[in-house]
């Protein structure tokens, strides 16, 4: 199986600032076929179901506003969150669906000061 | 638009059964394969059990394979999970989602339900 491994657990920031949240896999998730990796980026709010953000490493899902940004290759992964507002308060999960079974991140609770 | 409806959770004992079921509409149910997500409370995401549109391929997290089944029924445009000796662990949010395909690539998961609460105690 894919291990995830998310860091931090959990961070404050002010409004404004940039987060970066990291994702490690056990596993290369990129595609030897099509040159992608198969990882998903994901936000859930306090009492609402997870919401994509960012698929295939790198590409935002439609609406998701240019502040999120997601990065990285192979087994490295990273999601950017410039001027962070208070609306982005949530915890962030990273997910690979490179193989089954799929696997999440254990997640990153983001405060704001 | 996209909607996903679970329902069928509940209290129930240790040991026992329970079948949860995920109504589907606003698409074409029988063009996506599906899956059942779980968040026990204060933890994160666990991905349960994954089936095709068609029932071809079925996959199960080894926490769950040999007591639950995924199924479905695109007639109904319903996903079932068919839960059995039931342990406290297994208390969680259930969430249906649909595997989502751009352009032929798994992109993930672009849609989940509400959920349905399991919680499993004597």
Same mark, same amino acid.
């Given at each position: 199986?894919?291990?995830?491994? @998310?860091? $931090?657990?959990? =961070? ?5 600032? +940039? ?7 056990? @596993? ?10 198969? =990882?998903?980026?994901? @936000? ?5 179901? $997870?919401? =994509? ?48 079974? =799929?696997?999440?991140?254990?997640? +990153? ?5 | ?24 509409? !606003? ?21 349960? *059990?994954?089936?095709?549109? !068609? ?5 199960? *997290?080894?926490?769950?394979? !040999? ?7 695109? *007639? ?38 509400? !959920? ?7």
């Amino acid at each position: 199986d894919i291990v995830m491994t @998310q860091s $931090p657990s959990s =961070l404050a920031v002010s409004a404004g600032e +940039t987060v970066t949240i990291n994702c490690k896999s056990s @596993q290369s998730l990129l595609s030897s076929g099509n040159q992608k990796n198969y =990882l998903a980026w994901y @936000q859930q709010k306090p009492g609402q179901s $997870p919401k =994509l953000l960012i698929y295939l490493a790198s590409t935002r899902e439609s609406g998701v506003p240019d502040r999120f940004i997601g990065s990285g290759s192979g087994t490295d992964f990273t999601l950017t969150i410039s001027s962070v507002q208070a609306e982005d308060l949530a915890d962030y999960y990273c997910q690979q669906h490179y193989s089954y079974p =799929l696997t999440f991140g254990s997640g +990153t609770k983001l405060e704001i000061k | 638009e996209v909607q996903l409806v679970e329902s069928g959770g509940g209290l129930v004992q240790p040991g026992r059964s329970l079948k949860l079921s995920c109504v589907a509409s !606003g698409f074409t149910f029988s063009n996506y394969g599906m899956n059942w997500i779980r968040q026990a409370p204060g933890k994160g995401l666990e991905w349960v *059990a994954y089936i095709s549109s !068609g029932s071809s391929y079925i996959y199960y *997290a080894e926490t769950v394979k !040999g007591r639950f089944t995924i199924s479905r029924d695109n *007639a109904k445009n319903t996903l079932y999970l068919q839960m059995t000796s039931l342990r406290s662990e297994d208390t969680a949010l259930y969430y249906c989602a649909r595997r989502d395909v751009y352009y032929g690539l798994s992109v993930g998961f672009a849609y989940w339900g509400q !959920g349905t609460l399991v919680t499993v105690s004597s």
